[in-house]
């Protein structure tokens, strides 16, 4: 199956569950639009969204299709394990509800169970250039500065601006996170 056969699937599969009244009380089918087409393999990451594919492009952003990396089957399932974990946590985290702190805590603590196996399963795709997303809460609030140090080795993270937004790395680790504007370094040179 070709890559344009794919997506035009994709799109007519989008447009039958928008138009179902009761679509989101079924499986959201992935837009043609999620998926990545850049077509000189830049360098992926393990980045968990609501969808079931984790793996993205770190210059658009959008989904890669599985088929392009010929993943093995034990990745597929080490990808999908984590993936269902690191998803249930992040939706708790968006639900804003009683479960929020303790959520945002996991996904902003390096060594909780959640990030150490993300850490691992992006490790297990490197042939890729596989980095792994780390966590930073939604909108930026005084109170969280965005992050400046790799949040594994303490080492100052590095721009990566091949992408649709900047973004931060660390190339020994291979941890990847959004630049937010608000620096903790700015702030104070504010006041
Ligand atoms: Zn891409
Ligand atoms: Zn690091």
Redesign the pocket.
């Known amino acids: 199956m070709s890559e344009a056969s794919i997506r035009n699937d994709a799109g007519d599969r989008f447009r039958l569950w928008l138009d179902d009244p009761y679509h989101r009380l079924k499986p959201y089918p992935g837009s043609p639009d999620d998926l990545?087409?850049?077509s000189d393999e830049?360098p992926i990451k393990l980045m968990s969204t609501l969808g079931e594919n984790p793996i993205h492009?770190m210059?658009?952003n959008?989904e890669v299709p599985p088929e392009r990396l010929r993943l093995e089957t034990r990745e597929v399932d080490a990808v999908a394990s984590w993936q269902s974990v690191q998803g249930a946590i992040e939706m708790l985290e968006l639900d804003s509800g009683p479960y929020e702190l303790w959520a945002r805590a996991q996904l902003m603590d390096p060594n909780s169970p959640t990030n150490r196996r993300g850490l691992e399963v992006s490790g297990l795709l490197r042939a890729h250039r596989c980095y792994f997303w780390f966590f930073q809460p939604i909108g930026i609030d005084e109170d969280i500065p965005g992050l400046t140090n790799c949040p594994v080795c303490d080492r100052r993270l590095v721009r990566y601006d091949d992408g649709i937004f900047p973004q931060l790395i660390c190339e020994d680790d291979w941890v990847v996170t959004e630049f937010r504007e608000l620096m903790p370094d700015l702030d104070d040179n504010e006041e």
């Open positions: 990545c087409t850049c830049p492009c210059r658009c959008r």
